[in-house]
């Protein structure tokens, strides 16, 4: 357990749609990390990551063809968020790289993990891979349920 993310899974890992395959895809994912085996993992995390941004996506009304590649959806929704003004100045070029994260984890996806006949990436390598997808994707549960929050009117909550 020493080495497996640090990220609580359940605030990451969501079932945000009446798939009946999300809780099977998350329960072995969990299953995996918790095994300490983020080289096995990896080709569900990266399934996890296509359905989780077609599904942001498609709730902005975009859809995306089934055979683009991870990198281009989360480079869709990277500019939707840039285009709702729902990330600062300061968190967009931090998107841009994440980016190149999930083309990373595409092509290890690929060419080093269990959806094809390939040799299983480096465990240091595939943990490295996982914890920095995790923390994307926490970051992105915590847009997603500011964006979800009803807005306040700041002028209700104080009487003068």
Do not use: W
């Not at 990198?71 to 840039?82: E, H, P, S, T, V």
């Amino acid at each position: 357990m020493e080495n497996a993310s640090a990220l609580n899974l359940d605030d990451v890992f969501k079932d945000f749609s009446p798939d009946t395959t999300l809780p099977k895809l998350r329960a072995s994912i969990a299953a995996d990390l918790v095994a300490e085996n983020p080289d096995v993992a990896l080709d569900r995390v990266h399934t996890y990551c296509v359905k989780r941004f077609r599904n942001l996506l498609a709730s902005r009304n975009q859809a995306v063809d089934a055979k683009t590649p991870l990198d281009a959806i989360f480079g869709a929704y990277g500019k939707a968020l840039r285009d709702e003004g729902a990330v600062s100045e300061f968190a967009l070029p931090t998107l841009r790289v994440q980016h190149k994260l999930f083309d990373g984890l595409n092509q290890a996806r690929n060419k080093r993990s269990f959806a094809h006949d390939n040799a299983l990436l480096d465990v240091s390598e595939a943990q490295f891979i996982i914890d920095s997808v995790l923390a994307s994707l926490a970051f992105i549960e915590r847009i997603e349920a500011s964006r979800r929050a009803p807005a306040t009117d700041l002028d209700d909550e104080f009487p003068f």
